[in-house]
């Protein structure tokens, strides 16, 4: 059972432009929210995190929307640069147990010059 | 300050034998938790360990195995060693239980 889902795969966006990743979840427990980057051969590094208590977080060109009725989170990136061309996971957390991150299986953002 | 480290980076085993993978916090941090990142998956959890206890475990069998350390380091031990333990096995850091966590790069475990 999924209880964290990105439904794209790879997108594809031009440098300047906005990316947009997106991540549904099921498990209404969860109210903490993390996105995380992966470079290949690194582990994944914190970008942005949300807490349920709040619909938008930002940080510089990161941007964290989060929409408990919809269940659906998403990070904007404005503008995308090539060094943002990384794959993006999406994580999730039920503070009460404070201890697993539950992840998606990530989105590979390619930014094109 | 030094982040999460882990050792070996890159491991070879056959099915049946014993791993054992290390891990060391960044600076100040004492709650480690250890993920299963299978090829193409997100990580899994296996477990978390907090002060040297167990705090939470993912569905992974009994073979899935862990200490920590009074210094807060940590080892992933896993016995008989089936072809699916064939991942990379993320460690990850953080300055208490429910803090953001913070990752090394991962043991790339192959098992044949």
């Known amino acids: 059972d999924q209880q964290v889902k990105q439904n794209s795969p790879s997108l594809s966006v031009q440098e300047g432009r906005i990316s947009i990743l997106n991540c549904d979840y099921t498990?209404?427990?969860?109210?903490?929210f993390l996105w995380y980057k992966k470079y290949p051969a690194e582990g994944p590094t914190f970008l942005i995190s949300?807490?349920?208590?709040?619909d938008k977080n930002e940080d510089g060109r990161f941007t964290v929307f989060l929409n408990k009725s919809a269940k659906h989170l998403s990070l904007h990136i404005v503008p995308s640069q090539p060094g943002d061309s990384a794959v993006y996971f999406c994580?999730?957390?039920?503070?009460?147990?404070?201890?697993?991150?539950?992840f998606g299986t990530g989105t590979r953002l390619q930014v094109t010059l | 300050e030094t982040g999460v480290t882990q050792s070996p980076t890159h491991l070879i085993k056959t099915r049946g034998q014993q791993v054992t993978l290390r891990c060391s916090s960044q600076?100040?941090?004492?709650?480690v938790s250890w993920y299963q990142q299978a090829l193409g998956q997100g990580p899994q959890f296996i477990f978390q360990?907090?002060?040297?206890?167990?705090?939470g475990r993912g569905n992974f069998p009994p073979r899935f195995s862990g200490l920590q350390f009074p210094n807060y380091s940590s080892e992933l031990n896993v016995n008989a060693l089936e072809l699916d333990d064939s991942a990379l096995y993320l460690c990850?850091?953080?300055?208490?239980?429910?803090?953001?966590?913070?990752f090394g790069a991962g043991t790339r475990l192959s098992v044949l």
């Open positions: 990850a850091s953080s300055l208490a239980k429910g803090d953001i966590q913070y």
């Open positions: 498990n209404s427990m969860f109210d903490y």
């Open positions: 949300i807490s349920s208590i709040k």
């Open positions: 994580a999730a957390s039920d503070t009460g147990t404070a201890s697993k991150l539950t």
């Open positions: 600076s100040g941090h004492n709650t």
């Open positions: 360990y907090y002060r040297e206890e167990e705090n």
